[in-house]
């Protein structure tokens, strides 16, 4: 079978090279066929899991593992119906006035039997179906509900960016640019509240396809962000291409910024680099006081981290938001604590 599957086949000018995931099952006669499929399909996604286009034969002593993914699957579609999965959200503070200029959307699941699980524990095993399309969409729509109530609410005007990581799927979906058109219509958001974060990886898959449905996307008024940026692609020629506002610093580079040189070398190039090219920069994953000395002094526009805030209910953001926070590294703040603190201002 997996020969037959080998040869490409042509489609008009293309040539698709074909690949399967194979799971075996045998039995001595007595079991009811239903079993055997079953545990044929079971063996399908060890081969799945162990690397793809690949057999494997059914193992009795890895059902257990296996049955339970396909049972978390199971219960991610009624996750979506039933409306299990919550939107949180993580501040984006501006690293000179300490004002809450932005956030993040990020998703988790209510599991009823489970409880809170984080988006590494369902994400991945919803990547390898349309379900993360379902769920982007549902992020998608919170994040323009939520965008439109806090800008609405600001008292200068400014927009507040709310950001949402969309996937390569979804991306590269052919109803995109409606998907998104759809979700800032039903809102009524201003599309300038609105920021769609993708992947290197996303960016260079189908460069030119992506170039297109990005710059559509932009034509709408949403702004466009690289994620994780500086640990995906080796070349950075498709940032002259792509229709770029921001750039998010990864946080791996973040991490040692205050003791490796290496570290600071790279912000600086990525900040300059940004810069330069028109694109605001934003670090991720900032955690001490020290790194944001650093991020400031280099030039790095906004960053995100748990040193401000953890991802919390759009309720108790709205409140941060208002308050912001005391710029980190200030000699004093309003309230009179020390250098170096983090708690809200009432700064709008």
């Not at 057999?55 to 199971?74: G, N, Q, T």
């Not at 119906?81 to 690293?95: K, W, Y």
């Amino acid at each position: 079978m997996r020969e037959r599957l080998r040869p490409p086949v042509r489609v008009e000018d293309h040539e698709l090279f074909l690949s399967a995931s194979i799971g075996i099952a045998v039995s001595a006669g007595a079991d009811r066929a239903s079993d055997v499929l079953r545990q044929a399909d079971l063996a399908m996604y060890c081969a799945k899991d162990n690397g793809r286009a690949r057999w494997e034969l059914f193992d009795p002593s890895s059902a257990p593992e296996v049955v339970e993914r396909l049972e978390l699957e199971a219960d991610l579609w009624r996750a979506l119906e039933h409306g299990e999965l919550r939107v949180l959200f993580q501040p984006e503070v501006d690293l000179a006035t300490g004002q809450v200029v932005g956030a993040e959307a990020l998703v988790r699941w209510e599991h009823p039997r489970r409880g809170l699980l984080e988006p590494d524990t369902f994400v991945p095993l919803a990547e390898e179906s349309s379900l993360i399309v379902a769920i982007d969409r549902h992020v998608l729509g919170e994040v323009c509900h939520w965008a439109r109530r806090w800008s609405g609410a600001r008292p200068n005007g400014r927009p507040f960016v709310v950001s949402v990581n969309l996937s390569p799927r979804f991306i590269h979906q052919a109803d995109v640019v409606a998907s998104v058109t759809d979700a800032l219509r039903e809102s009524a958001v201003d599309p300038r509240c609105v920021q769609i974060e993708i992947t290197e990886r996303t960016a260079v898959t189908d460069l030119e396809a992506t170039c297109a449905r990005l710059h559509e996307l932009r034509s709408l008024g949403v702004r466009v962000a690289i994620d994780d940026f500086g640990t995906g692609y080796s070349s950075l020629s498709y940032l002259k291409e792509l229709p770029i506002d921001v750039l998010k610093l990864d946080r791996s580079f973040v991490t040692g910024i205050e003791s490796h040189a290496a570290d600071v070398a790279i912000v600086q190039a990525v900040v300059t680099m940004g810069h330069a090219l028109g694109m605001k920069v934003t670090a991720e994953g900032v955690e001490l006081p020290e790194q944001v000395a650093h991020l400031r002094a280099l030039g790095c526009d906004t960053a995100m981290g748990w040193l401000w805030s953890r991802a919390v209910p759009g309720e108790e953001l709205a409140a941060r938001a208002a308050a912001g926070y005391a710029p980190v590294g200030a000699p004093e703040n309003p309230a009179g604590d020390p250098a170096g603190a983090v708690a809200p201002t009432g700064r709008a």
